[in-house]
């Protein structure tokens, strides 16, 4: 074995720099944080705070909310929640801006109440993770399931759960508006992306014989190590001013730090791309990305407020012209689905969609890491080829 102690020296060295420099998400359990460490805490790759919808920020909350995502001790995340959501109706005067704070049970056995490092025989499972039929309601926890009761369901909160094989872990929540029960699920993988979801169920059949949409708008306060100076790009051209533009041809954004060293880049999933922004032509949901400068306490294009009645989303309001160049920046991300009834909506070719108005369908996309990351405080494995 050949030893390059030079390289060794170097090593030893940037260990040392970057242990010092790895950072920790303090949690304020006065704001109802929680922090999650995975695998471990003592030696995480990940580490945030999480919170319950019914504690989230926003005009009526915005749905299961992380703070403070820390990636192999340095922060990529400062806020994601989604505090926008929409249900809008064809053919009716009818359309609804829903509340995210009103929690929903899910089925959830003890092992994956908030722990990790447990092996899983039972995953959490919504509403959204049992509802496949076009028509048929399976109803509120435990959905109609064999062998299950209620006392398998939670009373509303957040799951969290080692996936298979050490390949990550999530958190899952679901919360509901009236019929309508919606899931937010985060995986966290462990070289560093991220798989974001969101579920659209119907537990009752409510309005099921009316051809609808439904519109998430996600909020990523990405603040890639540290909130100055990071930038938005389009297809690696980088962004100056506040934006709001369609998602055409599967077009990547990415928020980068500083410099574009490294950051995340934003896959849409092929269900994101199946139903395009105004797909209804009411121009109430016209904009698929939202990229604009950070300001305290904006959440949400209409304020503090979250009328039921304000169903159309005002994107100006949020992107209003600032520069966005090398700043403190957040991106807004749609994902809509269409519940369609039968004999209901066109298809290209003539005939109609079947119906389908009870499936619960998801959308999200995949934050995937890209860049020049920092090594991970004592990881030598780079080093591998020169040590030996």
């Known amino acids: 074995m050949k030893r390059n102690y030079f390289l060794i020296a170097a090593a030893l060295a940037l260990f040392s720099s970057q242990n010092a420099l790895a950072l920790s998400p303090v949690c304020n359990a006065a704001a109802n944080e929680t922090k999650v460490s995975w695998p471990n805490a003592t030696n995480p790759t990940w580490e945030m705070c999480w919170l319950r919808p019914i504690h989230s920020v926003g005009a009526e909350g915005s749905g299961l909310e992380l703070r403070n995502v820390h990636f192999r001790g340095v922060l990529v995340m400062k806020r994601s929640h989604a505090p926008i959501l929409f249900a809008e109706y064809r053919n009716v005067n009818t359309c609804y801006r829903d509340w995210k704070d009103v929690e929903a049970s899910m089925l959830v ?6 722990v990790l490092g447990t092996p899983v025989n039972f995953s959490s499972t919504t509403s959204c993770d049992i509802s496949g039929s076009a028509t048929a309601s399976f109803g509120l926890c435990p959905f109609a399931q064999p062998g299950r009761t209620a006392a398998d369901c939670n009373n509303g909160g957040v799951a969290i759960e080692n996936l298979p094989a050490d390949s990550g872990f999530r958190i899952t929540s679901q919360y509901e508006a009236s019929w309508y029960k919606y899931t937010s699920r985060y995986s966290f993988m462990p070289n560093g992306d991220i798989n974001v979801e969101f579920g659209f169920g119907n537990s009752d059949g409510t309005l099921n014989n009316r051809t609808h949409w439904h519109h998430n708008y996600w909020r990523f306060d990405f603040d890639i190590d540290g909130a100055n100076r990071d930038q938005i790009s389009l297809n690696g051209t980088k962004l100056t001013t506040e934006f709001a533009s369609l998602r055409i041809n599967r077009q990547l954004y990415s928020v980068m730090d500083n410099g574009g060293q490294f950051g995340y880049e934003i896959n849409p999933s092929s269900n994101d791309m199946l139903f395009p922004a105004n797909e209804s032509g009411r121009n109430l949901h016209t904009v698929d990305i939202i990229g604009t400068r950070h300001r ?4 949400t294009d209409r ?12 994107s100006g309001n949020l992107a209003d012209g600032e520069s966005i160049d090398d700043t403190d920046v957040v991106l807004y991300y749609r994902a809509s689905v269409r519940d369609t009834t039968a004999n209901n909506w066109a298809v290209p070719g003539g005939g109609f969609a079947p119906q389908d108005s009870m499936v619960c369908k998801r959308g999200g996309p ?23």
């Open 296 to 299: 305290a306490n904006e959440y």
């Open 303 to 314: 304020g503090s407020t979250n009328n039921l009645s304000d169903c159309q989303m005002l």
């Open 366 to 388: 995949v934050l995937k890491l890209v860049g020049n990351f920092p090594i991970q405080a004592g990881d030598f494995s780079l080093f591998k080829d020169s040590l030996e």
């Open 109 to 114: 056995e003890p092992i994956v109440r908030n």
